[in-house]
């Protein structure tokens, strides 16, 4: 069944689900906050990653060779003031981020991957082609009063601008149903074969949801 688990915030990158946790199989999820001036390196390894600015800005410098790509990341705020900027780094590729003066706070989604995708590094408001990416990734704010229903394996960072409110989901496989209270800074996950369903939250209720494709 579905789980959750609370994110503190911490300087550098925190892991917080990967495949074999909390019911997850395909999916890596984290968060990097660095301070201003600050430099962070990372490489993908054998999966795609997913770098979504969740407040704040940087340079980023993704690839070598023929397949990289260089600019900005972010350009809200936080979560609440405006729409995520998203950069996708391919497999094997290397990645620099350099913050500005007021640092950064990225949510790193990754999947595995071989696939032979470009580096690109979206403004707000850009998209990716539905085939250039082996993740979805999608943001949603609750007060705009939009359904929430979510099939198969899943993670959502759930953030309230009330650090006292709840989200209350509907967790389904088959006929049986589990009731789950999503908090603050919770990263909550739903299992392949599984529906989730957002039945109430708080206002200024954010999520940004993860699911492989």
């Known amino acids: 069944m579905s789980a959750s688990k609370n994110y503190i915030p911490t300087d550098g990158y925190t892991e917080i689900v990967k495949p074999g946790e909390m019911g997850i199989v395909k999916l890596h999820f984290g968060i990097l906050t660095l301070t201003s001036k600050s430099t962070f390196f990372g490489h993908s390894d054998d999966t795609e990653v997913a770098l979504i600015a969740l407040g704040g800005n940087c340079t980023l410098l993704v690839g070598h060779n023929g397949n990289k790509a260089y ?12 729409g995520a900027c998203v950069a996708y780094v391919p497999h094997h590729t290397t990645y620099e981020i350099l913050t500005h003066e007021t640092g950064v706070e990225i949510a790193v989604c990754k999947v595995s991957s071989h696939s032979e995708s470009a580096a690109v590094i979206l403004r707000e408001g850009e998209r ?3 085939n250039e990416t082996r993740l979805r990734i999608w943001e949603n704010l609750y007060s705009d009063g939009s359904d929430v229903r979510v099939n198969g394996e899943a993670i959502c960072f759930q953030r309230f601008q009330d650090t006292d409110n709840v989200a209350v989901y509907d967790v389904t496989r088959t006929t049986e149903t589990v009731r789950a209270q999503v908090y603050h800074n919770d990263v909550f996950t739903v299992p392949e074969q599984h529906q989730a369903i957002l039945l109430t939250s708080g206002s200024s209720s954010y999520q940004l949801w993860m699911q492989p494709k």
């Open 128 to 130: 990716i082609g539905e």
């Open 71 to 82: 600019g900005t990341l972010g350009e809200r705020r936080d979560v609440f003031h405006g």
